[in-house]
Structures are given as C-alpha cells and as structure tokens.
C-alpha cells in the first residue's frame, strides 16, 4: 500500500471494528474460562488452558498493533534526564544536620501495621499488557526429550513392582494454575478499555527512545518478521484479525515517518 493510499485509510473506524471484534473474541474467553461467575477461578484443565492461551497470545499482538494505530499522530514531550550534582562539602564551619523521616519497614513491604499481614492491592497483582513484542529466540537448541516409560524394576516373589508416578505423562485433563491466564486475560480487558491511555504510553516510550532514555535497545514496538500468535493457516477468527491489525500498523507507521 502506498502513503498515498494509506492517507485515506479511516484510521478510527478501523480500530472501532477491530476493537469491537477483539472485544467479543474476549469475552468468548471469558466464558471458557469461567471467569463471569462469582468464584475465581484457580485452575483449569490442560487442554482448555492451551486453547485458551493459543487465542490469547494472537489477541495481545493485535492490541498491541492497534496501540501503534492509535498512537501515530501523538506527540508528547519528555524532560531530560537530571545529572546529578556532585556535593562539595565546606571547610570547617558549622554544619547543621537534617534527619529525613524513613518510612517504617510495613510501609515498604506492603504490609498492614495493624496485622502485619500482606495488603489486599499488593497480593492481588495486576497484569499491564506489554507495549513491545517479544523477541524472537534465534537459538536452535534441540527439544529436551523425556521418557515415557518408567523403570519397575522388582524381585519376584519378594517385592512388588515399584508404582508409576501419577504426573510422569502430562493427561489433556490435568489442572493446571489459572492465574497467570486469568491475569493476562484481566489485563487484555483492561487494554481494550483504555486503548487512548496506552496509546499515549507508547508515545511517551518513543519520546524517550528519541533521547536515549530507554533501557531496552529496541527500536520499534513491533518485532520484524511475523507477530506473535501469527499462523500460517487460519483457523480461528483472531488469525484474520491479526493479519489486518499487522498490516494497519505497518501502514500507520509508514504514513507517521513520512
């Protein structure tokens, strides 16, 4: 697509139709996970926690590109870094002391000084979508393998053959902890909700980029080369949303640097 094809683009009605699209993606998660009941939800089977986390991971690269949509025309200033003064001390003269009150160590660790116990808003941690993508891992290490058959080794008629672990073969039906899931499905929401606040989080993270300020040496958000979740051929209505979430980005980016 040319930058004059791209200047036409309707770049709120296209984030308003993916983001409604996303937006219904999730709560289909929502569901499968049984997260509008009352109860939270601690665990959940293998299978449906490998489901759940093949759709999600899609999902995050295509917010993550509509935050780079909406962030395109933003511009936001960011002060320069402080050097800090080197203190002089003076000749002999008299100094007066100032005590700086510390904060009690419950304070810092987040607890209540009433029970000593973990607060509420520290135990429950939210999870903040990340604005970057994630590396991609150019390290071919061969797959770890591990055994499926297990040593009973035993005397006959004087021991019996040693019982098979019940975890030694991963079942399609194990639980597994859902509360990363739940987490990044929360923090997913939370995103689709707010995509004006990231959008600006992004451009604050370009301006800072710009000046040197940023401790990741990346450049763009968005890595080179296929998303996150990306599939070659299609079988969920996220592969589709993606693929055009990816390639909006792209074009926006392009119109923003020209």
């Known amino acids: 697509m040319t930058n004059a094809q791209a200047s036409t683009i309707n770049w709120d009605r296209a984030i308003a139709r993916n983001r409604d699209a996303l937006l219904r993606i999730l709560a289909a998660l929502f569901a499968m996970a049984g997260l509008g009941e009352r109860e939270?939800?601690?665990?959940?089977?293998?299978?449906?926690?490998?489901?759940?986390?093949?759709?999600?991971?899609?999902?995050?690269?295509?917010?993550?590109?509509?935050?780079?949509?909406?962030?395109?025309?933003l511009v936001v200033v960011v002060a320069p870094a402080r050097h800090k003064q080197a203190t002089t001390t003076s000749t002999t003269s008299t100094t007066t002391t100032t005590t700086t009150s510390k904060p009690p160590r419950s304070v810092i660790l987040g607890l209540d000084p009433r029970t000593h116990s973990v607060k509420p808003a520290v135990q429950a941690r939210t999870f903040s979508l990340p604005l970057l993508d994630p590396r991609k891992r150019f390290e071919f290490r061969p797959r770890r393998r591990r055994a499926k058959s297990f040593p009973r080794i035993c005397v006959i008629g004087v021991s019996e053959p040693r019982p098979i672990p019940d975890n030694w073969l991963p079942s399609p039906d194990d639980e597994i902890d859902a509360a990363p899931l739940c987490r990044r499905l929360a923090g997913l929401k939370r995103a689709l909700d707010n995509l004006d606040g990231h959008a600006r989080r992004l451009a604050r993270w370009k301006a800072r980029r710009?000046?040197?300020?940023?401790?990741?040496?990346?450049?763009h958000p968005m890595r080179p080369g296929r998303p996150p979740g990306h599939r070659k051929r299609p079988v969920h209505e996220i592969d589709d949303i993606l693929r055009e979430c990816h390639a909006l980005a792209h074009d926006a980016q392009r119109d923003d640097t020209s």
């Open 40 to 73: 939270p939800v601690t665990t959940l089977p293998r299978h449906l926690h490998n489901h759940i986390l093949r759709i999600l991971r899609a999902a995050e690269s295509a917010v993550r590109r509509l935050v780079v949509i909406a962030a395109r025309d």
């Open 210 to 219: 710009d000046l040197g300020l940023n401790r990741t040496r990346r450049f």
